[in-house]
């Protein structure tokens, strides 16, 4: 499935529309850490851990690196670029030249 310009970009907007996603990317940003990490410190089952995963993984700003039978996630320096130049993109103010 191609994904549209705009699919593709609202991805990355609904990665930061909630607070449990918001708190796993605070973790992520001092390193890789493994999914049973995420589970003790944000103190939520594994069913909604995944959810977020799949949603934040889905967006590009994470990254999913399998190792066993455990998950470790980072932040994507590709995708956390792409975020920000895409919310300066969309925020951008044109104004007419006369």
Same mark, same amino acid.
């Given at each position: 499935?191609?994904?549209?310009?705009?699919?593709?970009?609202?991805?990355?907007?609904?990665?930061?529309?909630? &607070?449990?996603?918001?708190?796993?990317?605070?973790?992520?940003?001092? @390193?890789?850490?493994? +999914?049973?990490? !995420? *589970?003790?410190?944000?103190?939520?089952?594994?069913?909604?851990?995944?959810?977020?995963?799949?949603?934040?993984?889905?967006?590009?700003?994470?990254?999913?690196?399998? &190792?066993?039978?455990?998950?470790?996630?980072?932040?994507?320096?590709? @995708?956390?670029?792409? +975020?920000?130049? !895409? *919310?300066?993109?969309?925020?951008?103010?044109?104004?007419?030249?006369?």
């Amino acid at each position: 499935m191609i994904l549209s310009e705009y699919e593709k970009n609202a991805r990355v907007f609904k990665a930061f529309c909630d &607070e449990n996603r918001l708190m796993i990317l605070e973790l992520l940003q001092t @390193g890789e850490k493994c +999914a049973c990490k !995420l *589970l003790e410190d944000l103190k939520i089952g594994q069913s909604t851990l995944s959810h977020h995963m799949k949603i934040l993984c889905d967006s590009g700003v994470v990254n999913a690196r399998k &190792e066993g039978k455990w998950t470790h996630y980072s932040i994507s320096e590709e @995708g956390s670029a792409y +975020a920000r130049e !895409l *919310l300066g993109k969309i925020t951008e103010i044109y104004t007419a030249i006369e």
